[in-house]
């Protein structure tokens, strides 16, 4: 989606938008399109959206009204891209190129004026390029916003806005891939040609380095592979001397779940269980993108957990890089296990001063929240506020779950220091409790189990049917307000 400012209404324009707050129809709409929007019962709540005809300046042409809801609500940003999001979802694949946004009368701010134009670009995307044979009508058409009358600075506010939603986008490219294209070494290239000249520094280390390194925990999960697992590092040094932040991310290329294999129907899904891999590696893009000043490190630990005669099998003992050995008693709890090196690499690396992971780490998450909160494990009571400020703020919402002894004292071993699954309840904290092991004391660190969070079944706030991006905005915003504020 193309996304231009004009000074005026193009005498071509086919279809015109208006972003309208609940309530509050445009003061000079034509009496058709106020009796239509009544007979409608458009409001303007946010998302809703009335379309009809009207005759302007002698051409007649479509008008979209999008509902903003109120111009007080706490939500507003939100409300606002569920605005974008409604021009975008209705005419995407309606034949019509161009959408002409008249913001002329709105009263929005810049930043107002960015959000739906936000709403609008991330709803417009999609994947199609394995689709070699779909219909005309079903093709996406609309390439193009222009914007008229828009409020005072608002290019620039774009400007700063269009770098997330480039990093949400790449997200969603990595979660949609095919395993057969995203692999570790193949996420691995995506991720240099996409920072090609970003003035980001990419590390990546082969499973010789990883061996050298005692990463007996990571490697292990990938050992029953063809493909070679990797660990990439993404480096931004915006913010002077003060030590990096630290996001790291799960990055299982595809999850067959091993020995322990998974049942069939449905296995498809663990293609995308390297969603906290491509949000960290999608976060960063958009932090680079627009210069965060922050120092930031993004580290993904890539594998593929297949079944195979090298695999590793149920009951094998593996010593992480840390020292620690781990009993696996169960091949499909693989996350933890790649993570457990990964956390335990980047805190020797790089010294950082806090650490977030995301991962979707277990099925247990979905049957506690769903899809509408991901789950947040943490040390630290100030890292869990601000990433559930974040949250609420960017819609990447999250929910704070506990952790304890008690729930620590069910991965105990008989025979290693440690087992890579807990008893029959409590799995997304026990989960939780194995990466805790592999964290010093002291660095403040949360746990983001985004399991039910990265693929959706239904479309939503900017957003189609699969991949939502989560996580990149709830990073950009902690960044934000945390690290740059
Ligand atoms: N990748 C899965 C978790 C998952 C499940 C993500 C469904 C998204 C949707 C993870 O590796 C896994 O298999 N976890 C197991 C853990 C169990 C063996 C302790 C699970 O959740 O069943
Ligand atoms: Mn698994
Ligand atoms: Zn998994």
């Known amino acids: 989606m193309k996304i231009q400012f004009s000074q005026s209404r193009p005498q071509t324009a086919r279809l015109l938008a208006q972003v309208v707050d609940k309530g509050k129809l445009p003061a000079n709409l034509e009496k058709s399109a106020v009796e239509g929007a009544g007979a409608a019962r458009f409001k303007g709540t946010a998302g809703q959206l009335f379309e009809t005809f009207v005759e302007r300046d002698g051409n007649v042409s479509r008008l979209a009204l999008a509902g903003a809801g109120d111009r007080n609500d706490e939500a507003r940003s939100i409300n606002l891209e569920k605005a974008g999001a409604a021009i975008a979802g209705k005419y995407q694949a309606s034949g019509e190129t161009e959408v002409v946004l008249d913001l002329s009368g709105s009263g929005l701010s810049a930043d107002e004026a960015a959000s739906v134009l936000l709403g609008l670009r991330l709803r417009n995307w999609r994947y199609d390029v394995y689709r070699t044979r779909i219909k005309d009508e079903q093709k996406v058409t609309l390439e193009r916003t222009t914007v008229v009358g828009a409020p005072d600075r608002t290019e620039a506010a774009w400007e700063q806005m269009a770098h997330l939603a480039t990093g949400i ?167 933890r296990l790649v993570l457990a090196d990964a956390l335990h690499w980047t805190q020797e690396e790089f010294q950082p001063a806090r650490i977030v992971d995301f991962a979707t780490l277990t099925g247990a998450i979905i049957i506690s929240l769903g899809n509408e909160y991901a789950g947040v494990f943490s040390n630290d009571d100030e890292l869990s506020k601000q990433l559930y400020d974040a949250g609420i703020a960017t819609g990447d919402k999250n929910w704070r779950m506990p952790l304890g002894a008690a729930y620590d004292k069910l991965i105990d071993s008989p025979i290693a220091d440690m087992k890579n699954i807990g008893g029959k309840g409590a799995g997304s904290i026990t989960a939780a409790q194995f990466l805790q092991r592999f964290i010093a004391d002291g660095t403040p660190w949360a746990h983001v189990d985004i399991a039910g969070m990265v693929w959706s079944d239904k479309p939503g706030q900017t957003w189609g049917k699969g991949a939502t991006g989560y996580g990149v905005r709830l990073i950009d915003r902690f960044v934000a307000d945390t690290l740059e504020g």
């Not at 040609?193 to 490697?219: C, I, N």
């Not at 779940?257 to 449905?266: A, Q, V």
């Not at 906290?276 to 976060?283: L, P, Q, R, S, T």
């Open 169 to 335: 986008e790449f997200t969603r490219e990595l979660v949609t891939e095919p395993a057969n294209i995203i692999y570790p070494e193949s996420f691995v290239e995506r991720c240099r040609e996409r920072f090609k000249g970003t003035g980001a520094e990419l590390t990546v280390l082969d499973e010789y380095q990883m061996e050298q390194l005692g990463m007996g925990s990571l490697l292990g999960v990938g050992q029953g592979s063809e493909r070679e697992s990797r660990l990439l590092a993404i480096r931004w040094n915006g913010g002077g001397s003060e030590a990096p932040t630290a996001f790291v991310g799960k990055g299982v290329t595809f999850d067959t779940g091993g020995i322990s294999i998974k049942p069939g129907p449905g296995m498809e899904d663990m293609k995308w269980d390297m969603g906290g891999a491509g949000a960290v590696a999608g976060a960063m893009l958009a932090l680079v993108g627009r210069k965060a000043k922050a120092n930031i490190v993004g580290v993904v630990g890539l594998v593929e957990n297949m079944p195979d005669g090298k695999a590793q099998r149920p009951g094998d003992v593996v010593t992480s890089m840390s020292g620690q050995t781990i009993e696996v008693l169960n091949t499909d709890a693989e996350g």
